[in-house]
């Protein structure tokens, strides 16, 4: 139920807008998270939301690699949630995947756990040097 779109070939300095629709994912429960996997390597969880009240470690998380150039956000009336991507580089070749699941930690607990119920297909970001 989850789908990416967004992906393309991007010159590195540039920027791309990844969307995943999440119907039927209500983000006042769940955390929507973005992974990616480049090839020959393992998957790795690079930003998630939920607007869930009380978390104790705030409503997004980044993982340094991508922080202060990447942005989750969430459109509610869309059901949807967005990863804007600002001065890729080429290690940020990968398949990005969105994936859902029921708030139930801290999304730095939930981002080191993965174990994420829902996941869609990907899609490929692609950045030439």
């Known amino acids: 139920r989850l789908v990416e779109s967004g992906g393309g070939l991007v010159q590195a300095g540039g920027s791309l807008t990844l969307t995943c629709t999440a119907p039927g994912f209500t983000f006042d429960e769940y955390a929507i998270a973005w992974f990616r996997q480049a090839p020959g390597k393992e998957r790795e969880g690079i930003a998630c939301i939920s607007t869930v009240s009380g978390l104790r470690d705030g409503n997004t998380y980044y993982h340094d690699s991508v922080k202060g150039r990447f942005t989750i956000s969430i459109d509610n009336a869309k059901e949807t949630v967005y990863l804007q991507m600002n001065r890729l580089k080429p290690e940020d070749t990968a398949v990005y995947y969105c994936?859902?699941?029921?708030?139930?930690?801290?999304?730095?607990?939930?981002?080191?756990?993965?174990?994420?119920?829902?996941w869609g297909q990907g899609t490929q970001v692609t950045v030439s040097p």
């Open positions: 994936a859902a699941e029921v708030t139930y930690d801290t999304l730095v607990t939930m981002m080191k756990r993965a174990d994420f119920s829902d």
